[in-house]
T-cell receptor, first 113, second 112 residues
Framework: GENVEQHPSTLSVQEGDSAVIKCTYS??????FPWYKQELGKGPQLIID?????GEKKDQRIAVTLNKTAKHFSLHITETQPEDSAVYFC????????????FGRGTSLIVHP | GAVVSQHPSRVICKSGTSVKIECRSL??????MFWYRQFPKKSLMLMAT?????????EQGVEKDKFLINHASLTLSTLTVTSAHPEDSSFYIC????????FGQGTRLTVV
């Protein structure tokens, strides 16, 4: 089955800096890669996603890149703010039909004011 | 995005009792919902796939008689933790798929 590796497990940055979280996946059939933000005591919230037919997607301060050949994808957050502090999960799945994402282990992002 | 509502957000129960957690898709119909368990500082562990009108599919190692799942309608799935024990204390999260997976806000279960 699919295996998703996520790094780093913890990321500490100063407010205004950029943050990058990287994930790799094993199943070349995976074609949908969402990113979730989970705040303490809450469920994960989808913040951005990318499908395998594109290499990059951006939404304001958040961007995701995908390299299908290398089977890795990354989340980029620019101009970080304290409210960006949370746990971020990447996931990979085969879209369509039964959708069961495989999650990475999570990255705890801490943005220091 | 779509809204998935999970209830209750927190529950404390005594050992040996049963607890029911509800997961509702508020603005779309979901033939499939998923139940996850999350330990502190860990990722989401898929417990089971809930299928409307049929039996749930459980992941390996998850006791189906302990974690009863019912998906009686296209907008509601329930997870019942039966004869709860302190080791069942955890954060339980459901999700429903529209075009992407949307998650409920989670339920913190504490068994005392």
């Amino acid at each position: 089955g699919e295996n998703v590796e996520q790094h780093p497990s913890t990321l500490s940055v100063q407010e205004g800096d950029s943050a990058v979280i990287k994930c790799t996946y094993s199943d070349s059939a995976s074609n949908y890669f969402p990113w979730y933000k989970q705040e303490l005591g809450k469920g994960p919230q989808l913040i951005i996603d990318i499908r395998s037919n594109v290499g990059e997607k951006k939404d304001q301060r958040i961007a995701v890149t995908l390299n299908k050949t290398a089977k890795h994808f990354s989340l980029h957050i620019t101009e970080t703010q304290p409210e960006d502090s949370a746990v971020y999960f990447c996931a990979a799945s085969i879209g369509g039909g039964s959708y069961i994402p495989t999650f990475g282990r999570g990255t705890s992002l801490i943005v220091h004011p | 995005g779509a809204v998935v509502s999970q209830h209750p957000s927190r529950v404390i129960c005594k050992s040996g009792t049963s607890v029911k957690i509800e997961c509702r898709s508020l603005d779309f119909q979901a033939t499939t919902m998923f139940w996850y368990r999350q330990f502190p500082k860990k990722s989401l562990m898929l417990m089971a796939t809930s299928n409307e009108g049929s039996k749930a599919t459980y992941e390996q190692g998850v006791e189906k008689d302990k974690f009863l799942i019912n998906h009686a309608s296209l907008t509601l799935s329930t997870l019942t933790v039966t004869s709860a024990h302190p080791e069942d204390s955890s954060f339980y999260i459901c999700s429903a798929v529209k075009t992407e997976a949307f998650f409920g806000q989670g339920t913190r279960l504490t068994v005392v």
